[in-house]
């Protein structure tokens, strides 16, 4: 199957299931979660239920394309049901069969993971998804985001797109992966990994970020004062991303960078808990 | 008489939590149906990632009926003067819907009260359960408990409930369905599976691939371990606890063998091994010299005939992984070790306590000064090139991606080193200078990683006391209370001898010249080590904390002498407690009397008008130097034995010689007498100190 078809896949597999196709957000993410289809929409009571693909951005995890199953960006496929179905297990199973994965031929497991993200004041518990050791899903039941206890559970299905597709067409680099016929994930991709690398690693300006960081840290609070809560959100994206470039090009301290963490948790409590006041 | 089965559904639960959760779950109903008085034969447990469950054998229908006698008011409340019954009692009574003929006058410290006899018990067992269940899930106890709707709170998603009394469903008001199906092993077509009766449970489990013994399922998975590893003459490297967190982690105990390529053998054993097991739970196989062979066992949910398929998954995950460290490994390799010194100043150690770099330039002048007070030995030089290079391996990649590999820690620069072609003792003091990390843990064995290892553990010591960090309660991030029992226990081991306080002093006045906040002041910190010294001879050791207390109050300052001094005390009173009992009190009355008066420590013998009083005197002289002379050489055992001789003399002398006598000259020459009995005992201890 090819990459593109297995995207195709899961969008028919959710959709029969109630959930609406939804899109990534147009700005660098750490991990689906930021996007505020999950992030926002899981906080209050309102039931929600989606999926989409998120490119996800990791500054840290560049290898310069040389790693075959290390790359700065990479695909997430995001489900994420509020309140979940009590069966919801025997569903993503039925998913994987869905896309050519015999389970009762595999070693199919979910092993104790529990999620957290120190930057989103948020975890959750749940289970890392093994298929023949290798692990393809993150499978968790969200119990606090922004530093707020959830009612009702929203239960988030994180697909490692890459690590399904080497799976099922039996490829060993993450840039062999056929994206189509033609076309194959290193011949989009390793360009952006080798500039992008050389970029995070060594190019970025320090300066420029920590400046970026420091203003953009400002905005957002202003932004939430005045109950600008979709800006103000999108900005605790974006001063993320600026803290995964400072933290990849190496030039924060580790108490600098713990200091950090604990502002954008406070932004990110901040706007969540505003969001409920408002639209919650 | 009935069968009882109930069965916990659940998502996959937490592996190392299962066995705890079922051996609770039978505890729980064991105490609601001894607190109820329902008889039953035995309860059996079961454990699985998607399960806990219990059988209770024989479980009797009814509660016992049992008669209780309930206290009411006091008689004269109850009744007035002609003995009628008032306002009071007829409440009572009323309360347990009894009669006056239900009651009885029982007396109680020359006080009447009325007692209501109220009949008890005899409800049906069924019913007691509905009333408890609720309760008793809820105290099944787990590290960490999630909300996910349903209004309980549980380690996983409750999904059904398997209740079967005899061969009918015993209904229960919970939130989930109950009736008598179970679950098979996902892998073997997850079936909803009907359990007709109680004794077919762990049967028709096997039949769909759930072994639901716990025992079973751990026995099973280490026997055919070995048994497949012995084919190609191995063995499993598994310690219990990974087996443990096998054991929970699959229903089905199937074992496969696979293999890795010869190559990756050229990595450090270290690096295999966590590859394997860090992430991937494999086991690793090693040969009969202990060296690791080319295969690793892997606990898998499915049978074994379909390893084939699944074999090449797994391999091929960990030759990924394998890879990976190859390649942190050789762009590591390239930076000689001595050029990432200068990094270790940009890596805080602790918030506040400086860099690495700062923390290893202390170890140095503590190693040094240990050098010339320790009775370590050590080559000065290769003390210093080896400090260097401690903590280097944190600048590296391998270590620094924040990945399994991290765990290895010390090891990697020891690794490093030898393929950078180091010495042979470097290499091996880099490997050993953190251990032990806790107690228990391995030894080192060169000279020269002993000192380090001592160096380093009380700067963290110091360090962090310093600072005014604490131990409180089970709250230690920072891990003091590790580090203080690996540094006592490397002491005791290792037979390390020195003044204590004296490094203390040289260590505190080293972070004070780094400029750094101290906080606490070094009495303070030796106090806090000297307590933790305390705790730890008791709880470890098994010395009483008063004995460890009086070695401490004697001369000595060091930790290790201590525990020789405190082991002989602690034999005596365990063997020899009257006689032992007898010294303490005597010295208890010598410390009274001397403390209350000054004296000037010279002994008139002229003075004596006692018997009691020379005798004590020639012997306390005769034994004096000897005493001493022991405890210089460490021989406290005979040093003991020297100063049990003095028992005698003493108890004598408080017999028959009254120290407080009026006449001055008299009682201040007694008062010199004890004075001098207290040193010689002092050079051992304060005796004091222990309590009887």
Redesign the interface.
Same mark, same amino acid.
């Given at each position: 199957m090819y990459f593109q078809d297995i995207i195709q896949n899961l969008n028919d597999f959710w959709k029969k299931r109630g959930c609406i196709i939804f899109v990534p957000y147009n700005s660098e993410v750490g991990a689906g979660t930021f996007n505020p289809a999950t992030f926002l929409r899981c906080l209050g009571k309102k039931t929600w239920k989606c999926a989409y693909f998120e490119p996800t951005r990791r500054p840290k995890d560049g290898r310069y394309g !040389?790693?075959?199953?290390?790359v700065l960006q990479y695909f997430q496929y995001q489900v994420v049901l509020k309140?979940?179905p009590?069966?919801i /297990? !025997?569903i993503y199973?039925e998913s994987l069969e869905n896309l050519g994965i015999k389970? /009762? %031929?595999?070693?199919?497991?979910?092993? !104790?993971d529990?999620w957290e993200s120190e930057t989103l004041g948020a975890w959750g518990?749940g289970?890392e998804v093994w298929?023949?050791?290798?692990e393809i899903t993150q499978f968790t039941?969200f119990?606090q985001i922004g530093g707020i206890d959830l %009612?009702?559970?929203t239960c988030e299905i994180t697909y490692g797109l890459e690590r399904i597709a080497m799976?099922l067409q039996n490829k060993?680099s993450i840039f062999d992966i056929e994206w189509n016929k033609e076309i194959k994930w290193g011949d989009i991709y390793k360009i952006n990994e080798k500039e992008f690398s050389e970029y995070y690693y060594h190019i970025a300006n320090p300066e420029l970020w920590k400046n970026f960081f420091e203003k953009m840290y400002e905005e957002i609070i202003k932004l939430i004062e005045k109950e600008l809560i979709m800006p103000a959100y999108d900005g605790v994206i974006k001063i993320s991303h600026s803290f995964n470039i400072l933290d990849a090009r190496g030039v924060i $301290?580790? $108490?600098e960078r713990q200091i950090m963490i604990q502002r954008i948790r406070k932004l990110a409590s901040m706007v969540a808990q505003k969001y409920i006041e408002k639209y919650g | 008489m009935a069968d009882f089965l109930f069965e916990i559904g659940t998502e996959e639960l937490p592996p190392l939590a299962i066995k705890n959760a079922s051996l609770k779950l039978k505890e729980e109903f064991e105490n609601i149906f001894k607190q109820e008085k329902i008889d039953f034969e035995k309860i059996e447990n079961f454990g699985t990632p998607r399960r806990i469950s219990i059988i209770v054998k024989n479980l009797s229908e009814k509660q016992k009926e049992y008669i209780e006698e309930i206290k009411g008011p006091p008689y004269h409340i109850a009744f007035d003067e002609n003995g009628n019954p008032k306002e009071v009692l007829r409440k009572f009574l009323e309360t347990y819907k009894l009669k006056e003929e239900d009651t009885i006058i029982k007396e109680e410290k020359n006080r009447k009260y009325v007692y209501a006899k109220v009949k008890k018990g005899g409800r049906e067992t069924k019913e007691i359960i509905k009333e408890k269940i609720s309760e008793i899930i809820k105290r099944i106890p787990f590290p960490k408990k999630m909300r996910w709707g349903k209004g309980i709170l549980f380690a996983r998603p409750i999904r059904w409930i398997l209740s079967l009394w005899d061969n009918e469903i015993l209904n229960l008001p919970l939130p989930f369905p109950v009736s008598n199906k179970t679950k098979g092993n996902r892998l073997f077509g997850n079936k909803d599976i009907e359990i007709k009766e109680v004794e077919e449970y762990e049967k028709i489990l096997k039949q769909n691939g759930v072994y639901a013994s716990w025992e079973e399922r751990r026995n099973l998975i280490l026997s055919k371990m070995k048994k497949i590893c012995e084919e190609i003459g191995g063995s499993p490297e598994i310690e219990e606890i990974q087996l443990e967190e096998l054991t929970g982690l699959v229903e089905y105990p199937g074992i496969i063998l696979c293999e890795y390529p010869k190559e990756y053998l050229k990595l450090p054993k270290e690096i295999i091994f966590t590859a394997m097991k860090s992430h991937q739970r494999y086991v690793p196989v090693i040969s009969k010299d202990k060296t690791p062979l080319p295969y690793f066992v892997a606990v898998i949910n499915n049978k074994e005939e379909k390893g084939k398929i699944i074999k090449k998954g797994l391999e091929e995950v960990l030759i990924a992984r394998l890879e990976d460290a190859k390649f942190y490994m050789e762009k590591d390799t390239e930076i000689p070790l001595e050029e990432r010194i200068e990094s270790l100043k940009e890596i805080t150690w602790i918030k506040g306590l400086g860099s690495i770099y700062d923390k290893n330039e202390r170890v140095k002048e503590i190693s040094q000064f240990l050098l010339k007070i320790s009775n370590l030995k050590g080559d000065e030089n290769l003390l210093f090139k080896a400090i260097n290079l401690i903590r280097t391996d944190l600048t590296t990649e391998m270590i620094r991606d924040g990945k399994e590999f991290t765990e290895l820690e010390g090891i990697i620069a020891s690794e490093y080193a030898k393929v950078q072609g180091k010495e042979e003792k470097i290499i091996k003091i880099l490997k050993e200078y953190r251990l032990p990390r806790f107690l228990n843990d391995e030894l080192p064995e060169t000279e020269e990683a002993k000192i380090i290892s001592v160096s380093d553990k009380i700067d963290t010591i110091c360090a962090l006391m310093s600072t005014g960090y604490k131990i409180t309660g089970s709250k230690d991030p920072l891990g003091l209370k590790r580090t203080l029992y690996a540094l006592f226990y490397l002491l005791i081991e290792k037979e390390i001898k020195f003044n204590i306080e004296k490094v203390i002093e040289f260590n505190y006045e080293l972070l004070k010249n780094k400029k750094i906040e101290l906080k606490t002041d070094k009495e303070k910190i030796l106090r806090e080590i000297f307590k933790r010294y305390e705790n730890f001879l008791e709880e470890i050791k098994g010395i009483r904390y008063d004995i460890v207390d009086a070695v401490i109050e004697g001369e000595t300052r060091d930790l290790y002498l201590i525990f020789k001094k405190a082991e002989v005390l602690q034999k005596y009173f365990e063997k020899e407690k009257e006689i032992f009992e007898k010294i303490i009190i005597g010295q208890k009355r010598v410390f009274n009397i001397i403390k209350s008066e000054k004296t000037d420590k010279e002994v008139d013998e002229n003075l004596f008008e006692k018997e009691e009083e020379e005798v004590l005197l020639k012997k306390v002289n005769e034994i004096r130097p000897i005493a001493f002379r022991k405890i210089e050489e460490e021989k406290f055992e005979e040093a003991f034995m020297e100063l049990l001789k003095l028992r005698e003399p003493i108890d004598k002398f408080f017999d028959n010689v009254f120290v407080m006598t009026d006449n001055p000259k008299i009682r201040k020459n007694r008062l010199n007498l004890l004075h001098l009995v207290w040193e010689v005992f002092k050079k051992y201890g304060d005796f004091s100190k222990v309590a009887i």
């Open positions: !040389e790693n075959p199953n290390r309140p979940p009590d069966n /297990q !025997e199973l389970i /009762q %031929d595999h070693d199919v497991r979910f092993v !104790e529990d518990i289970w298929l023949d050791g290798l039941y119990q %009612d009702p559970i799976f060993k $301290s580790p $108490s | -």
